[in-house]
C-alpha cells in the first residue's frame, strides 16, 4: 500500500481560492493565502457572516483510544467527503496538529490513506504559524511577570506562587522544572520554573474559545497570572500585558483554511489536548464553516468521555453551539483489545473479544444519548484483517443500544468508502432528533461538577481530592470563581485514572491532586493521576524514522 506522502501527491489540489469560491462561497478577497493551498480567512469576511443561516453540526468521537488505532479524523475527512459525494454542503473543522506528538509518539494528524487533509505536510509542522504565535505572547507574559519582579515588584507578586508558566510546542519532559534567573544581578530573579506544551496551554485554550479581538483581548486581561503575598489574585490586566499579546495574535486568530484530497474544505485551526485541556477546534472556526456549509463535521479529541464531555459542557455551553448529530468512531481491532486480547493477536478472529470490549463502546453510546441527548452513529472503521463475522457483531451490538452502525473504508477507498456513513450520517439529521443537555447545571459549584461528571461520564463512586487540591478549591472560591465549570486532566485510555484499567470500569475513585484556575479560558482543570502538562518524548520517537531528501521531500511524517 502507498503511504499518505505517496497518495497525496498523486493528487492535483486546487488553489485555495477555488475551494473558497466554489466550495463555500466566499470571495477572493476574503483570504489571506499562504502559498498556493492555504490560506487564512479575513477577519471583516467573517464578521459579515455574523447574520448568515447555520448549518447542522456533526460531532465525531470515539471509544477510548487504544494502540490498536480507531481514525477519528480519518473518519472525519471521509465522512466530509461522502457527504459531499451525496450532494451535502459539507465543510469539516479540525484542530492544528502539535510537533510534539508529531515528532514523538503519534506522528502526523492530518488524516490517512486517501482520508487526509491536505498539504500534510505544512498542516503538520509550522502551518501559518499560529503555534509559534500563541508560544510567544504566552513567554511575553511570563517575561512582563519576571521583568516586573526584576524592576521593584510594585503589585507585591509573592514570586513561589506564580502560575503562569512558559510554553514550548515540543514534548521536553527536562523542563517541567526548572530554575531561571540565574546569572546574578543582570539575570533576574531567581525562582523555580515550570513549562508547558503550547497545546496545554490556557492562552491555548483562550484563543479556541474567543469569538473576536475583542473577546480575546477580555479573556487574557482575567488570566491571574501569579497572587500575592497576602494571595490577592494578580491578573494579566494588572501588568498592562492584553494589548501587545492581542497585537501577537491578531493574525493568528483568523482561520485556517485547507481541502482534503477530494477538495471538501476544511477549516484547521488551534489545537488544545483533550487529555489537558478542552480538545477542541477554535469557535471561530466552527462558526465560519456553519456560515458557510449546510453541514459541518468536527472532531473533539479522544473518547467521548474527555472530548465529547468537554466539546459539550464546554465549548457548545460557552459559543451557543449544540450537535446535531454524533458520531462514535470505533475498530473491531480496538474492541478486542479492550475486550483482553494483546496487540500481537489484534488481527486473529475473536468474537468473545468483541463482544467483551464492546462494553467500552456501549458506555460512550450511553454516555452520547443518556447524559448529552444527542443521537449517535457509529462508524466501524474496518481494517482489511476484520472478518465479516466481526463486523457483523459490532453492528448487532451497536443496534442493541438503538445506535445504527455502518462499514466505513474511507482510509482505503476514500468517499466512496464512506457514503453509506454519509447516508446515515444524513438520515438522522433530517430528524433532528437532538436535545442537548449538559453533564451538570451551570450554577452548580466546582465539587458538584465534578462529581456529577465522575459518577454520570466515568462511572465513578466517588471523587476524592488531595490537600493541595483542597486549598486551591478553598482560594479561587473565596476569589469569586467557585462556580465555573470544570476540565478534567485525566488519561485518554480509561474511564478511571488508571490507564491500564480498559473496558467499561466502573466503581472506582477520581483522584483530583490539583486544581489550576483557568479564569481567561472560564474554567478550571482537575489534574488527575498520573497526568503530565509536558509530555516526554518515547524512547524512539518518531522523529527517529523521518528524512528529508537533497530536494526538499520529506519521508516518514504521516
Not at 456553519?290 to 453541514?295: F, K
Not at 459549584?445 to 478553598?474: C, F, G, Q, T
Not at 466502573?506 to 493521576?529: C, I, S
Request: charged letters at 20%.
Amino acid at each position: 500500500m502507498r503511504s499518505d506522502a505517496e497518495i497525496a501527491d498523486s493528487v492535483e489540489l486546487w488553489p485555495i481560492e477555488k475551494v473558497a469560491t466554489e466550495m463555500l462561497g466566499l470571495p477572493p478577497e476574503s483570504l489571506h493565502p499562504y502559498g498556493r493551498h492555504i490560506a487564512k480567512v479575513d477577519r471583516s469576511t467573517i464578521a459579515g457572516l455574523e447574520s448568515k443561516p447555520r448549518g447542522k453540526l456533526v460531532l465525531v468521537t470515539g471509544i477510548s483510544p487504544t494502540p490498536a488505532g480507531e481514525g477519528k479524523t480519518t473518519t472525519t475527512v471521509g465522512l466530509t467527503d461522502a457527504l459531499r459525494r451525496i450532494g451535502v454542503r459539507a465543510t469539516a473543522a479540525l484542530r492544528e496538529p502539535s510537533m510534539g506528538p508529531v515528532f514523538g509518539m503519534k506522528g502526523g494528524a492530518a488524516g490517512g490513506g486517501h482520508s487526509q487533509v491536505v498539504p500534510m505536510i505544512d498542516i503538520n509542522l509550522h502551518f501559518t504559524g499560529d503555534f509559534a504565535a500563541i508560544a510567544g505572547a504566552n513567554n511575553l507574559l511570563a517575561a512582563l511577570i519576571d521583568n516586573h519582579i526584576h524592576h521593584g515588584n510594585a503589585l507585591g507578586i509573592d514570586q513561589r506562587r506564580i502560575e503562569w508558566k512558559r510554553v514550548v510546542d515540543m514534548n521536553d519532559r527536562a523542563l517541567r522544572q526548572s530554575v531561571i534567573g540565574l546569572g546574578g544581578t543582570t539575570g533576574g530573579v531567581p525562582r523555580e520554573e515550570g513549562w508547558d506544551i503550547v497545546v496545554a496551554s490556557e492562552l491555548m485554550a483562550i484563543f479556541c474559545l474567543a469569538t473576536s479581538l475583542r473577546d480575546l483581548k477580555e479573556r487574557i486581561g482575567r488570566i491571574v497570572v501569579a497572587y500575592t503575598r497576602d494571595r490577592k489574585p494578580v491578573t494579566a490586566a494588572d501588568l498592562e500585558a492584553p494589548e501587545a499579546m492581542t497585537i501577537m495574535l491578531a493574525n493568528a486568530l483568523q482561520p485556517n483554511l485547507v481541502q482534503t484530497l477530494e477538495h471538501s474544505p476544511v477549516f484547521i485551526h488551534g489545537g488544545p489536548f483533550a487529555n489537558i485541556a478542552h480538545g477542541c477546534n477554535s469557535v471561530l472556526a466552527t462558526q465560519t464553516a456553519l456560515a458557510t456549509s449546510d453541514v459541518v463535521v468536527t472532531e473533539a479529541g479522544f473518547g467521548a468521555d474527555l472530548g465529547a464531555e468537554k466539546f459539550i459542557d464546554l465549548k457548545c455551553r460557552m459559543a451557543g453551539l449544540a450537535p446535531d448529530v454524533a458520531v462514535v468512531v470505533a475498530t473491531v481491532r480496538a474492541l478486542k483489545y479492550h475486550g483482553g486480547v494483546g496487540v500481537p493477536d489484534l488481527n486473529v478472529e475473536n468474537l468473545d473479544a468483541v463482544r467483551a470490549g464492546a462494553a467500552n463502546l456501549r458506555r460512550h453510546l450511553q454516555n452520547m444519548r443518556e447524559v448529552f441527548g444527542v443521537p449517535a452513529v457509529v462508524a466501524i472503521n474496518r481494517f482489511p484483517s476484520d472478518t465479516d463475522a466481526e463486523v457483523a457483531l459490532v453492528r448487532e451490538l451497536a443496534m442493541a443500544e438503538d445506535a445504527p452502525a455502518v462499514e466505513a473504508t474511507h482510509v482505503v477507498d476514500g468517499s466512496a468508502g464512506a457514503t453509506a456513513l454519509a447516508d446515515t450520517v444524513n438520515n438522522l439529521l433530517d430528524k433532528n432528533l437532538a436535545n442537548l443537555t449538559y453533564a451538570y447545571p451551570e450554577d452548580a459549584d466546582i465539587v458538584a461538577k465534578a462529581e456529577a461528571v465522575a459518577r454520570r461520564i466515568y462511572r465513578a463512586d466517588a471523587v476524592s481530592w488531595s490537600p493541595a487540591a483542597r486549598r486551591s478549591l478553598k482560594q479561587l472560591t473565596e476569589d469569586g470563581y467557585g462556580k465555573l465549570p470544570v476540565c478534567f486532566a485525566k488519561t485518554q485510555y480509561s474511564f478511571s485514572t488508571d490507564p491500564k484499567a480498559l473496558g467499561a470500569v466502573d466503581g472506582h475513585t477520581v483522584e483530583v491532586r490539583e486544581v489550576r484556575l483557568r479564569a481567561g479560558a472560564g474554567f478550571v482543570v482537575l489534574v488527575t493521576g498520573d497526568i503530565m502538562t509536558m509530555p516526554g518524548l518515547p524512547k524512539v520517537p518518531a522523529s527517529a524514522g523521518m528524512s528529508i531528501d537533497d530536494d526538499g521531500t520529506v519521508r516518514g511524517l504521516s
